[in-house]
């Protein structure tokens, strides 16, 4: 799986098929779907912090992330 799948797998979880882009999720959501796609363990928490330091997602709270207007740009448009 290469890094723009992972950064893919982990920004989709921020999508909703019928509601469209969610601002925010919480850690535990985006595990749980990264899990769904086989993400999770170290390359899961690698895939996680360099999403960050990229800029697609950011963290809020303890257990809340935020997307960010780049990882938007990677979702499809409605």
Do not use: C
């Amino acid at each position: 799986m290469t890094l723009d799948e992972k950064y893919q797998i982990i920004v989709n979880a921020f999508h909703n098929t019928r509601w469209g882009v969610s601002p925010t999720a919480t850690r535990g959501a985006v595990e749980s779907h990264a899990r769904k796609y086989g993400l999770e363990g170290t390359e899961y928490t690698e895939a996680l912090n360099g999403a960050m330091a990229s800029g697609l997602v950011a963290q809020m709270a303890d257990s809340a992330l935020t997307i960010r207007n780049a990882g938007r740009n990677m979702l499809p448009k409605r």
